[in-house]
């Protein structure tokens, strides 16, 4: 089974419109970590926020929100008031406390957004 | 401050050669991470150092695949007998520390091409 779920290859959304871009995730463990990057054409992985599963609240990080649902195994990224520079892939990720000593992240397949002026 | 470099950005090689990637993390940064993104998928662990040790090396697809990092900073990833489905870009990555929130900055990868 996929550790990570991004149900949606690409996604278009005005510029100035919010967006939600889709993430479920599947672990066994309690403890576990979840972030997501910003993949822009250059390649590099850009850190944009993360949400720890013990963490109450919803993260935040200027126009980036986390809808954080435990119980659905859901972590959604919303960017509010979308710039032409968030066109980029965006990628889901999981870190797992099972092992000790593992701190990989588990990626998901990734969202295309196109912002469109 | 500088971040995370890798060289060379692009490489070119025949099936059957020898090539090995660099890595240059963050100043400070004790953790060294390598990924392995193959197009239209997210990245993928390949190896993981905590200081010169190599604390999770799970991830290597079998063992054409090495990588070292001597004196705990630099590191390089090694490949031997390239084959054309290891064609991807390699992705490295640090952190401070290791722990649950700790946040892994990525470099810009090294496309590796195998003909």
């Known amino acids: 089974a996929q550790k990570i779920t991004q149900t949606q290859p690409g996604m278009f959304v005005q510029e100035k419109e919010a967006v939600t871009l889709d993430c479920t995730y599947d672990?066994?463990?309690?403890?576990?970590?979840l972030f997501w990057y910003k993949q822009p054409s250059s390649g590099e992985m850009i850190f944009l926020i993360y949400?720890?599963?013990?963490?109450?609240q919803n993260a935040t990080e200027g126009r980036y929100s986390l809808n954080f649902q435990k119980a659905r195994k859901s972590a959604n990224l919303v960017i509010s008031a979308s710039q032409l520079g968030d066109s980029a892939m965006y990628f889901c990720?999981?870190?797992?406390?099972?092992?000790?000593?593992?701190?990989?992240?588990?990626f998901g397949k990734g969202t295309k957004l196109s912002v469109i002026p | 401050g500088a971040g995370v470099s890798q060289t060379p950005s692009n490489k070119v090689t025949e099936k059957g050669k020898y090539v090995e990637l660099r890595c240059d993390p963050i100043?400070?940064?004790?953790?060294l991470y390598w990924y392995r993104q193959s197009l239209g998928q997210g990245p993928e662990f390949l190896i993981y150092?905590?200081?010169?040790?190599?604390?999770?090396d799970s991830g290597l697809p079998n063992d054409r695949f090495f990588a070292v990092r001597p004196e705990g900073s630099v590191s390089t990833l090694k490949i031997q007998r390239t084959e054309r489905g290891d064609s991807a870009v390699y992705l490295c990555?640090?952190?401070?520390?290791?722990?649950?929130?700790?946040?892994?900055?990525f470099g810009p990868g090294t496309r590796l091409l195998v003909l």
């Open positions: 990555a640090s952190s401070l520390n290791t722990g649950m929130e700790e946040t892994q900055y």
């Open positions: 990720a999981m870190r797992e406390g099972t092992r000790a000593g593992s701190y990989q992240l588990t």
């Open positions: 150092f905590q200081g010169t040790g190599a604390a999770d």
């Open positions: 100043s400070g940064h004790t953790a």
């Open positions: 672990t066994s463990d309690q403890s576990y970590g």
């Open positions: 949400q720890g599963s013990y963490d109450e």
